[in-house]
């Protein structure tokens, strides 16, 4: 069983930075964030393959996220800017054991940390 914490979330203002961290009690092939907003679904947000470092993301996040990991501290980072209103959502770090695919069928879950973003 893998055990994931997140941390690193908040209140910013649009056009502001947050990181998020994950740290994970174990390695797994791929590592991702999701995020849920009150009455919506789920959504991926973005992921990294543990080993070799691919990342992939979703439309909405690409080119002001960023997914990184620290090998040593065995953590995942989401880098946040430009951040919108719209990203406004509870963030959860998710891993999966086949380091195949990168928006489903993931095995643990973090509790979740909150992000809020101000107009």
């Known amino acids: 069983q893998v055990q994931l914490v997140e941390s690193g979330g908040g209140l910013v203002q649009a056009g502001g930075s947050l990181r998020l961290s994950c740290a994970t009690s174990?390695?797994?092939?791929?590592m991702g964030w999701f995020r849920q907003s009150p009455g919506k679904e789920r959504e991926f947000v973005a992921a990294?393959?543990?080993?070799?470092?691919?990342?992939y993301y979703a439309g909405s996040v690409k080119g002001r996220f960023t997914i990184s990991r620290d090998n040593f501290k065995n953590t995942v980072y989401l880098q946040m800017n430009s951040l919108k209103p719209e990203d406004t959502a509870i963030y959860y770090c998710?891993?999966?054991?086949?380091?195949?695919?990168?928006?489903?069928?993931?095995?643990?879950w973090g509790q979740g940390t909150q992000v809020t973003v101000s107009s």
């Open positions: 174990g390695r797994t092939g791929i």
């Open positions: 998710a891993a999966k054991n086949r380091a195949v695919g990168y928006t489903q069928q993931y095995d643990y």
């Open positions: 990294i393959n543990w080993s070799i470092g691919n990342t």
